[in-house]
């Protein structure tokens, strides 16, 4: 059976969504999906674990840091848009993430970028909607064909001047 770990961090605006995802993540999704029959699923909380001010780049150095060796594990990151959790995490040259807003750019980032993170903004979503996009993500595989050569560039380095 393949194994998947998925990697969940926050900032302190994100905080509330997050818990509300590991309960939903641990107890019930994985239990709904088909995902069940085919892997098992480990799933860590990389903080914060209290309600205290945070720097979101802090959390999503740590879940960037989870997924340097693996294209099997997946990381979720939250904070208050969502932007600046994707912002750091794309420093990272081994990191594609992808900034959700609904399902359609959720089931792209996946098909069409191979995302490994998916960040979402706890004030511009609910909690439906990000159990759903989280469903979307982690049950979307990547297309590969014409996409693939487009994935190996965005990892790339860039070089000045040319």
């Not at 979307?140 to 014409?146: A, I, V």
Request: aromatic share 10%; proline share 2%; net charge negative.
């Amino acid at each position: 059976m393949k194994k998947m770990n998925i990697y969940i961090a926050s900032d302190h605006a994100g905080f509330d969504l997050k818990k509300e995802l590991l309960i939903y993540l641990k107890t019930v999704f994985f239990q709904q999906s088909e995902l069940e029959k085919i892997i098992t699923v480990d799933i860590f909380d990389l903080g914060p674990f209290d309600l205290a001010s945070v720097d979101y780049p802090d959390y999503a150095d740590q879940v960037c840091r989870q997924l340097i060796n693996t294209t099997d594990d997946f990381g979720i990151l939250i904070c208050g848009s969502g932007q600046g959790m994707a912002l750091r995490a794309n420093k990272h040259p081994h990191i594609r993430a992808a900034l959700v807003y609904n399902e359609e750019i959720c089931k792209l980032s996946r098909e069409h970028n191979n995302a490994n993170v998916i960040c979402l903004g706890s004030r511009f979503c609910t909690l439906e909607d990000s159990k759903n996009w989280i469903s979307v993500f982690l049950n979307t595989k990547f297309s590969e064909g014409r996409h693939a050569l487009r994935v190996a560039k965005i990892s790339s380095a860039i070089i000045l001047g040319e």
